[in-house]
């Protein structure tokens, strides 16, 4: 750690130094926070995304392995894997570049990074455990990760399953659209993943997180003394994208200004840096998503209809949970295995009771509502079954999930109150509305209203008379 304390003593992080020297930086920047008790994961994927700006294959292997370890300090087994995967692949190419007298030297000088104990590390932890039920209901084995890491054999997902297929290795701009917790960042990692530019990276940008000036500067960069504050030059998002793929994320957020410029590069390929005259141009392949309906915003001229067309060559729709009830099984079983590893505890079971009550509610929140009450419950629950009243976050199983329409006859008097506490959807037993209530009310709403007395006093209004 002396090695690493020196080197960022004397080395400064900005545009004067190489970009080579810069991704370093960021290296040691994330060795320095481990050593300091944190995991360093925000500077080990800076150090990853600078290394694969570069195009140092050491660099990069060196930030892939201290992405690795950060994630399997947080438990994200899963992830972690596939970076160990991707530093392995890079020591083969290593290594295979070195003549034969200097391969032993440089191997060794590459397991010091530490990639030999994280694999022997990811061999402790066993394969998915099946999460089942009790019995009579037969066992729900945790399902293995597609290609695409999409989760579900319905009908659904079989269909979004092939179009990414077809989808992916074409280099064309791709919208996707869905409700909010449909999973359309995870879409966008298997078209990048399927593409022909999988080796380049892949950048994010949440476009409804940043304010306009922050998000163009985000986007495209900006030079140094363009605003205050901008006291080095700063390479933009589209930029450390060259070479692979950005996703833009809540795109129908974004400002009328904001949406010129991004249709100057989906036409183009090019912009000026904030504060720059330099025309840069970049080759890279959009992804953009929304949970907002472009097609009505373009009507109300809230967004451009000409990046609307650029941006929907192609247009991905994601189904929302409650339209894919069958694959709940699966995903639970995914979602209780992860909790399970992140907490180092055995996986909860569902009960069949429980399996029913998530089977029931209309998730508007989609799959992220249903890994967060798989978590939630999880964490708090004293067994290993699942019950119903282990579920957190899910509305009172007494109740229904959206309460009956107001009868007419109720709207007309605001005053009156039932005392009734639940709802039915039946036509009487508790919580119903009283059939004396709405008798005879074909035309109550034609009645003239009456007086607070005979309000306060009659059960019911007598039909009008004419």
């Known amino acids: 750690m002396a090695r690493a304390g020196q080197f960022l003593s004397e080395v400064p992080d900005g545009e004067e130094v190489s970009p080579r020297t810069r991704a370093e930086r960021a290296a040691y920047e994330a060795e320095w926070e481990r050593a ?15 290394s694969e700006a570069v195009g140092d ?17 947080r438990g994200d087994v899963l992830t972690a894997r596939r970076h160990v995967e ?12 070195v003549p034969d007298a200097l391969r032993v030297g440089f191997g060794a000088q ?4 530490g990639i030999a104990q994280l694999e022997a590390r990811l061999e402790t932890y066993a394969a998915p455990v099946s999460v089942t039920t009790l019995s009579p209901r037969p066992s729900i084995a945790t399902p293995a990760m597609e290609p695409t890491g999409l989760i579900g054999d319905s009908a659904a997902m079989r269909e979004l399953r092939r179009r990414i297929h077809r989808v992916a290795p074409q280099d064309v701009t791709v919208l996707i659209q869905g409700e909010s917790g ?47 504050g901008a006291d080095r030059r700063r390479r933009g998002r589209f930029e450390i994208a060259d070479g692979g793929t950005i996703f833009l994320d809540e795109i129908g957020d974004v400002s009328p200004a904001t949406q010129a410029s991004l249709l100057r590069v989906l036409q183009e ?14 080759d890279v392949r959009v992804l953009a998503a929304t949970n907002r309906d472009l097609d009505a915003m373009v009507a109300a001229r809230t967004f451009r209809e000409d990046l609307y067309f650029r941006l929907s060559s192609l247009t991905i ?27 180092g505890t055995r996986p909860r079971r569902l009960t069949t009771a429980a399996l029913r009550r998530l089977t029931e509610h209309g998730w508007p ?5 249903l890994e967060n009450v798989l978590r939630a419950s999880a964490l708090l629950a004293e067994t290993e079954d699942l019950s119903p009243e282990d579920l957190q976050g899910l509305p009172d199983v007494t109740r229904v999930t959206s309460p009956p329409a107001i009868p007419a006859c109720r709207r007309l008097h605001p005053r009156r109150r039932s005392t009734r506490s639940t709802w039915s959807t039946g036509a009487s037993g508790p919580g119903a509305w009283p059939s004396s209530t709405c008798a005879g009310r074909s035309s109550a709403a034609a009645s003239p209203r009456p007086s607070r007395r005979q309000e306060e006093t009659s059960p019911a209004l007598p039909p009008s008379s004419g």
Request: hydrophobic share 45%; glycine share 8%.
């Open 317 to 343: 729709k994601l189904p929302p949970l409650r339209e894919r009830r069958d694959d709940l099984p699966a995903l639970a079983a995914w979602f209780l295995e992860r909790a399970a590893v992140e907490s």
């Open 36 to 50: 300091r008790g944190h995991d360093g994961l925000p500077a080990a994927r800076v150090a990853l995304e600078r």
């Open 269 to 282: 390929r090019s912009f000026e840096r904030v504060g720059g005259n330099e025309t840069l141009r970049v």
């Open 365 to 369: 929140g989609n799959v992220r509502e």
């Open 182 to 228: 449909t999973g359309k960042e995870r879409v966008a990692e298997a078209l990048h993943r399927g593409s022909r530019r999988r080796e380049g990276p892949l950048v994010k940008v949440n476009c409804a997180a940043l304010a306009e000036g922050v998000l163009l500067s985000e986007l495209f960069g900006h030079e140094r003394g363009a605003f205050t």
């Open 57 to 73: 294959r050491e660099l990069q292997f060196r930030a892939e392995v201290l992405v690795a370890t950060a994630l399997l300090h």
């Open 86 to 97: 991707r530093a392995a692949s890079l020591r083969a190419t290593i290594l295979g570049a």
């Open 110 to 113: 590459l397991e010091r990074t």
